[in-house]
Nanobody, 125 residues
Framework: QAQLMESGGDSVQAGGSLRLSCTASESMSWPSLYCMGWFRQTPGKEREALAA???????RYAESVKDRFAVSRDLDKNTLTLEMNALEPEDTGMYYC?????????????????WGQGTQVTVSS
């Protein structure tokens, strides 16, 4: 059973918006859910960290998306959300939800431990 499940990926026109969601399984331990984040993978490119938020609600953003994307989480529902606005064709890719229990990794948006299967976002010009 997948521990992290993403949803909300779709095909949209440039300038449009999408909302991605990630639901964590109840079987995941509380420490492992300290920090939840979103990453993007585009063919031929390295996986890119986008945003993350701790269980205290403190968000971290990559410079490339901080003015267009917003990350949030609902602790009661074990969900993570990514609101994406002003989408560009360069935002096309597979979007993954991931978690880490490590403060430094969350702050630096790296070395996340648990990963979902991804949801595809396609932005056409």
């Amino acid at each position: 059973q997948a521990q992290l499940m993403e949803s909300g990926g779709d095909s949209v026109q440039a300038g449009g918006s999408l909302r991605l969601s990630c639901t964590a399984s109840e079987s995941m331990s509380w420490p492992s859910l300290y920090c939840m984040g979103w990453f993007r993978q585009t063919p031929g490119k390295e996986r890119e960290a986008l945003a993350a938020v701790t269980n205290a609600g403190t968000p971290r953003y990559a410079e490339s998306v901080k003015d267009r994307f917003a990350v949030s989480r609902d602790l009661d529902k074990n969900t993570l959300t990514l609101e994406m606005n002003a989408l560009e064709p360069e935002d096309t890719g597979m979007y993954y939800c991931a978690t880490t229990p490590e403060v430094l990794n969350c702050h630096q948006l790296r070395d996340f431990n648990y990963w979902g299967q991804g949801t595809q976002v396609t932005v056409s010009s």
